[in-house]
């Protein structure tokens, strides 16, 4: 029973169907006709110190990068301050309004990675001809990747330092250790210095405020988690880091000093990270940080087994849902790879840059620019030997809840005055019975 | 014939109803469920807790408006690839064209819904099984339906990395509210696989319905055949009666005329026998051509009708009786033997056979010249056999006379057939079909004629 219309009926029906169905095709997947490329910024420092002028870096390669790109807009949304720019990314990322190119906070990278918020590079990468991962530190470059795939690129990265009381140890008749030193001279400064200065029976000065168990086993060159989150906290290197801190705290004989006692002139040592020393170096505000003592930075120092430096990284990645990741990528690179915003970041920012040619051939004049006149302990290259050596926090889905039961088992441990080699292990087994309920999860 | 036409379609009519139920209420759900995730996720924008449900999720969601946009789209698409698909007009590639689209429509759907509502498939199964009858139907059905638990447990287990599950959109609400979504989500998919088994079952229905009215349409077709059977027998016997009503008022006729004017004209002779003995003489000659004549219409008459013991006696008895009579008139020797008597025998049969053996003895004695003759009766293999044969002289080449041909003609009414050979004499064979689905022609011959009593 064929309809009235004849055979041709049904074959305009079928083409005029089809017609339908390549257009909606077509709407879905038309890419816009503008090019605008949109980028995800925070207004001023990323590491939570004073920044004059919260753009003017990020201006100035938008300019380069325009320039050398005819016909493309970079945009970016203005005033969003670090504190909000996580719920910010989230939001734009719910609505479906990703920029291009955003900063990653280092807490939300696994998250994103998991739910397919963030492309993966490595093909961009290799099909960039003028591109080489090579260029960068690989501790940097590392805090951008997940399970051997890069998903983000290190843009700038910040040490850990360990700031010194020059007056006090002057008082002391200690002598300022030299940059390579050890976990030994810390620890003989430390007890040397822990004593009643006044007279009135109380211990009014220390050795130390804030070094962390955590510092004393990276600079071990032990890991708590490997990059994928497997457990290592029963490692021997970590038993002799916790040994090592155990002893470390005996010197403060008990007692618990406060920040204040730093700022006061009472503390010997404490770490800080690059950015507040570069931050604070300068003349202003140097009198203005700490103004009762003379004070300076050096690495953390060594353990014996190994040695690494903890290392904060920034990194930037392109968004999946990105329409133009060629155009994307060629900012991303514009950021993480091109000199000058990388030299950039060496001058002008309280952070350092992850492409290892900019440390490496940078100048005294330049050093004595950043750091004014008073020291010779970070020339260019002892800044590259502590990035060669930095280790970021790993990154892995679940990390902060491992993390904070490692530490919460390890104070236990410490509290009680001995670092047992089976306390170690149970607690390795319980942080490895928690990744794997994550990994069930 | 149209009367089932009419059901069948009244059927499918009904089916295509519930049908149009399982799409309106699927579109309802799905705009619904579409709506909820939308609604949710703005309002999750909208109050700036976006970072901490993303924390919850497996895979970055659509965007609320692109998200409501591609379930819309997909739905369209689906209802209107699933429309082409089931109208007759298209076959072939084209069909497959559009299936392949309802079946990309349908993922692409489940998919803008996060896997929060897959009673669309149930429509697409739907889809399939309609345009599929008997066993690959039943095949398919079951293939489905595999499919679909398949994808039910799978979309569980291997999408869970990248599926936002629906918990998460209602986390979002206070425990109560949640518990209201989460039953109304379930009972929704529950309420549409109800509606599914309901048209599965319309489906089966509809299939069982037809089958059943051909089986009606099936028996109604035999009784019509036994019908008009009993109407030819029917038809036959009043032709008969016609036949021999014609016959007696011929026999009447003839016999009658020709007896009256014997008797008309022996009485002239009585008068004139003595005055006149040559018009007498000439009278009586011409009463005899009136006899022979008479004679002749008689015997031609007589032909056609049922003899005399035939009606008063049973077949086997008139039979019988006959070649006794006949036997003894002539003083042959004849001997019937009933070897296997056949049961149900209609009128015209027993007509037929006892012609046969009246025919058969008449030329065994006036041709043949036999002493004996031997009659032989028996019904075998669905046949009834006569047998007749005599101890004369036979001949060589048989020349069909009139009595052979009669007798070819009379069994060929009844469907039967003759042979005739000489050998020891003259040997005849007739045989009859035997009706084996006698019966219930018979009864329904009864039962007409008790009609035509009643008439």
Known sequence: MRAMGGPYQGAKLFFAFFGLFLLVLALVSLPPRERVLTVGVVAGSWWGVPEGEPYERLDAAIARFEAAHPGVKVRYTQGIRKGDYGEWLAEQLLAGQAPDVFLVPEEDFARYVAIHALTPLSPLAAADQDFSLEAFYASALSAGEQEGTLYALPIECVPRLLFVNRTLLAREGIELPREDWTWQDFYDIARRVTRDTDGDGEVDQYGFYGYTWLDAAVTNGAEPFGPDGTAHLSDSSMEEAARFYLRLQGTLLGHVPRAEDFDLGRVAFRPFDYATYRTYQPYPWRIKRFSSFAWEALPLPRGSAGYASPLSVLCAGIAETSEQKDLAFAFLKELAYGEETQRDILMHAPALPVRKSVLQEATEEDMAALFGETTGYFPPERLDTILEAGRPEPRFAGYEEAMRLADQGMRRLLESGTVPRNGLLQLQKDVTLLRTRQGAR | ?455
């Not at chain 2, 036409?5 to 089916?15: P, Y």
């Not at chain 2, 209201?180 to 529950?190: E, I, P, Q, R």
């Not at chain 2, 043949?368 to 293999?381: F, P, Q």
């Not at chain 2, 080449?397 to 050979?421: C, D, I, N, P, Q």
């Open chain 2, 1 to 455: 014939m149209r009367s089932v036409a009419v059901a069948r379609e009244a059927d499918a009519r009904s089916l295509f109803r519930m049908y149009q139920l399982l799409a309106l209420y699927n579109t309802i759900v799905v705009l619904l469920l579409g709506g909820f995730l939308a609604i949710t996720q703005q309002k999750i924008l909208a109050a700036g807790e976006a970072r901490a449900f993303l924390a919850h999720l497996p895979n970055l969601p659509m965007a609320p408006a692109a998200g409501f946009s591609a379930t819309v789209a997909a739905l369209l698409l689906l209802l209107g690839a699933g429309a082409l698909y089931r109208s007759d007009r298209f076959q072939g590639a084209a069909r497959h064209f559009y299936l392949a689209v309802e079946l990309l429509c349908c993922a692409l759907l489940i998919r803008s819904l996060d896997f929060s509502y897959d009673g669309v498939i149930l429509l697409l199964v739907a889809d399939i099984v309609h345009r599929f009858e008997g066993r690959r139907q039943r095949v398919l059905l079951a293939g489905a339906m595999l499919v679909l638990y398949a994808v039910s447990v799978y979309s569980l287990a291997a999408f869970q990395n990248l599926v936002v599950p629906f918990d998460a959109y209602a986390a979002y609400y206070a425990p109560n509210v949640r518990l209201l979504f989460t039953v109304l989500k379930n009972g929704a998919s529950a309420l549409n696989i109800v509606l599914f088994m309901l048209y599965v079952i319309m489906l089966v229905q509809k299939k069982h319905e037809e089958e059943e009215r051909l089986r009606a349409l099936g028996a109604e077709l035999a009784e019509a055949n036994v019908r008009l059977r009993a109407y030819a027998i029917e038809a036959e016997c009043m032709a008969e009666t016609r036949e021999r009503n014609r016959l007696a008022r011929e026999i009447h006729d003839t016999l009658g005329h020709a007896l009256t004017g014997i008797l008309a004209g022996i009485d002239a002779c009585l008068v004139t026998i003595d005055a006149a003995p040559d018009f007498a003489r000439q009278q009586l000659l011409k009463i005899r051509e009136t006899a022979a004549h008479g004679i002749k219409d008689v015997r031609r008459s007589v032909k056609k009708l049922r003899p005399d013991d035939l009606e008063r006696l049973p077949f086997r008895a008139a039979l019988a009786h006959m070649v006794e009579e006949y036997a003894e008139a002539t003083g042959m020797e004849a001997r019937l033997t009933i070897l296997h008597y056949p049961g149900n025998l209609r009128a015209e049969e027993e007509d037929v056979l006892y012609r046969v053996v009246q025919e058969g003895m008449t030329n065994a004695n006036r041709h043949g010249g036999a002493k004996h003759v031997s009659i032989t009766l028996s019904a075998e293999r669905g046949n009834i056999y006569l047998l007749l044969s005599d101890d004369g002289s036979g001949c060589d080449t048989v020349k069909a006379g009139f009595g052979l041909r009669h007798m070819e003609e009379r069994l060929k009414l009844v469907h039967g057939s003759l042979r005739y050979w000489s050998d020891r004499g003259f040997t005849l064979e007739a045989v009859i079909p035997e009706r084996s689905e006698g019966k219930p022609a018979e009864e329904l011959t009864e039962q007409v004629a008790g009609k035509e009593e009643k008439r």
